[in-house]
């Protein structure tokens, strides 16, 4: 009776895939196949039923066994190949025919009861070896499909391996144990979902198998039930086992504890969603084709764009197509609440008050969530922290509200609508897509905000560093003015001390000049800046002419022509902010001597100038670390701190050389190296 309980059982389990592979449209040799082997299947349970009589002798037994096998090893043999056309194509296959040698020579020979019992039973243990192998075979040929054959193998290398272990143990003892035969029905039906998750796995056999999750669910749930119980049976018979006078109170206790626990565990929201979850998860086809999704996201968000409008357009529009959505709102959280930023066919129908959004911040501050509208007008109880409800429940018109988060702050937030028809249930597999979704585009709108905020960053400091330029040299304009006012009232009657003042003030306006064309002329020609000048003049006229106001006066020592092709102005003003430093770090009764010479430097020719001062002199820590650093000075409110940076990016420019030799209290000397261009 036990026995036949279970054959019936799996019966009725491979009658109801028989159902199944019947209700799929397709039609194909995996489906004509699937459907013989099922057929089979089904047929071998019933005639196992031993109240049907079926199997009145053990030769009966053999041939049963022996037909399952062959379209189960034609189904095998099937698999090898996924391009097959017809039945005779698998058939005619050297490798087919072979496979199906055991089991036709198992079929005749229990039909014609001519072998003993013996050799039956070793053909069969070679059929479940022969199974074995050819499993191997076709998972080590799935390459890539592992993943999708798995469970078929598990099928059928536990039924194949069971059956070895049956008909190697009827070859020891020669007859086969009815422990084997009585629980033979109960493993068909324990590995049938095996069979079921491969068929919706491989793709090629072009079977569409639906199971309802509900069903799965609640199919799952009873399992986990019976294990519990059976759990708990096995516990009360050890305590009975174990007996003594406490065995019965204690096996009441024991009884009640587990009714409780089991009705309270499953009466748990919590518990059954993560179940359904799990089983979704690993037993039923994603909603997305990911690939496919993604390499579109990649190309809308890939296009290039000139204005940060565009851009959230772009977000949103990557977004909406992500999910198959048609209308929706970017809303951008600013310092004086929500802003619009983005629109994609939001009509009158889709209106909302960015005044009512305000709720929505505090909420999100609080759970980082997706808000399912639908769900929160059936499920209210799931958003508490969300403290204005009605607006959102009564007349909101989109159904998702997706945060978007930057560094963990809130930034913004996307309102996504569809048509009635194609709104999509916000499960667990939507809410990961869409977080994914939504970090990829996210990253998108903050690169190039960044982008943006590092361009104007950039313009604002070209502009500080003109600005600087521009006080520099004015600077020391006003100083040679304050020099003239200084001494106009001693010398004010002297004629000599008129024409150097006019001759001054002719070189100051000359200076201004050229201050007014670098900021108002977008580009100077190279033939207008580079004409060729004596360095010598350069450095006896800024000497004579600007550098008279400090002590100790500088020396100028200098060949006599030193002709290249310079910006005689800017060249000027550099030698000016080296010198005039150098004054400055000298002492009244100290030095300050100019060199400038021709040489020659790996077959290359180089005007080189020296100054060279006897003052406090520099550190090597300061040289390296801000002596060339821009708006870094040791003059206090006195200085710009960038004379030096200034003569620096000059002679680089030049593909010239500039270096410092300096030892504290000893004193300092630069070298300018420029090449002589011909």
Known sequence: MFSDLGYAIAALGYFALLLLLFTGRKSGIAKYLLVAAALTTCLWAVSNISLLGWQSHISDFFIADAIRQWVWVLFLASCLRSDFSSFKEIIVRPITLSLLVLPSVAIITG???????????????????????????????????KWAYKPLVLYLGALSLFDF?????????????????????????????????????????????????????????????????????????????????????VQFILVGVSLILLVSLFLSHNFRTKIKVFITKHFYANQFDYRVEWVKLTEVLSEQQESLHNVYQTSLNGMLQAVEYESGVLLKLNKNGWQQVAKINVGTEREYELVKMAPLQSFFDQKAWII??????????????????????????????????????????????????????????????????????????????????????????????????????LKNVMAQI???????????????????????????????????????????TQGQRHLQTDIAGILHSVVDQRCQSFLPLPIVDSESSLLVQIDAEKFANVMYHLISNAQQATKDDG????????????????IVVKIIDTGEGMSAEFIETRLFKPFDTTKGNAGMGIGAYDAKNYIEEMDGIITVESEIDQGTVFTLSIPVTD
């Open 111 to 145: 039909a014609t009861s001519t072998v003993p019992y013996l050799w039956q039973y070793s053909l069969h243990t070679l059929i479940a070896l022969q199974m074995l192998i050819v499993l191997e075979l076709v998972y080590r040929q799935a390459g890539e499909q």
């Open 165 to 249: 272990v049956t008909y190697a143990n009827a070859t020891m003892i020669n007859q086969i144990g009815e422990s084997y035969v009585y629980v033979r029905g109960y493993i068909y039906v324990a590995l049938l979902p095996f069979l079921i998750l491969a068929i919706r796995r491989i793709s090629y056999w072009g079977v569409a198998i639906f199971v309802s999750r509900d069903v799965v669910l609640n199919s799952t749930l009873l399992l986990v039930a019976g294990g519990y119980l059976f759990l708990m049976a096995l516990v009360g018979y050890l305590v009975k086992f174990l007996g003594g006078s406490w065995s019965y109170p």
């Open 372 to 473: 399912d509208i639908g769900e929160l007008r059936v499920k209210p109880h799931q958003y508490e922290e969300l403290s204005d409800k009605s607006y959102f429940m009564d007349t909101f018109d989109y159904q998702l509200i997706v945060p978007i988060f930057r560094q963990e702050k809130l930034w913004g937030m996307a309102l996504l609508d569809a048509e009635r028809e194609h709104v999509k249930s916000l499960n667990w597999e939507l809410r990961d897509y869409i977080n994914a979704v939504t970090a990829q585009v996210s990253n998108y709108i903050f690169q190039f905000e960044g982008a943006q905020a590092l361009a104007e960053n950039a313009q604002f400091a070209a502009f500080s560093r003109m600005s600087a330029f521009v006080l520099h040299d």
């Open 482 to 524: 304050d020099l003239i006012l200084a001494n106009a009232k001693q010398h004010k009657s002297n004629p000599e001390f008129i024409d150097d003042t006019f001759e001054t003030l002719e070189h100051t306006k000359s200076r201004m000049d050229n201050m007014l064309k670098q900021l108002t002329e977008k580009k100077t």
């Open 591 to 606: 030095s300050v001597v100019i060199n400038a010479s021709k040489t020659n430097m790996n077959g290359h020719h180089y």
